[in-house]
Nanobody
Framework: QVQLVESGGGSVQAGGSLRLSCAAFGSINSIYCMGWFRQAPGKEREGVAAICNGGLSTYYADSVKGRFTISQDGAKNTLYLQMNSVKREDTAIYYC???????????????????WGQGKQVTVSS
């Protein structure tokens, strides 16, 4: 019902900025939350940020608070993650996800999300 296509990513120096985008296609009206997750080598996939309830609620992992901002356009067709003051620890593959209105898990939990983007590599260099 929903397809997610990510763009952006790449390499950036520590302290710099990068923006990821996630375009949603299909039954976007069924989405309540969208989120960004990341997975670094040897680590589990972790929730980074989420936005819910038409943008009224946002959630961030402690590790990115004050540095990353999640947002979406007015039609909810595109999700963004603005990454500022990036650190080496931010290096990972980043995935966007979308849930459904029937989901009841926490917004930063992987199990909440039904649809996933293909993933984009973000590499932070010194």
């Amino acid at each position: 019902q929903v397809q997610l296509v990510e763009s952006g990513g790449g390499s950036v120096q520590a302290g710099g900025s990068l923006r990821l985008s996630c375009a949603a296609f299909g039954s976007i009206n069924s989405i309540y939350c969208m989120g960004w997750f990341r997975q670094a080598p040897g680590k589990e996939r972790e929730g980074v940020a989420a936005i819910c309830n038409g943008g009224l609620s946002t959630y961030y992992a402690d590790s990115v608070k004050g540095r990353f901002t999640i947002s979406q356009d007015g039609a909810k067709n595109t999700l963004y993650l603005q990454m500022n003051s990036v650190k080496r620890e931010d290096t990972a593959i980043y995935y966007c996800g979308a849930d459904s209105r029937l989901g009841n898990a926490g917004p930063l939990l992987e199990g909440k999300y039904r649809y996933w983007g293909q993933g984009k590599q973000v590499t932070v260099s010194s």
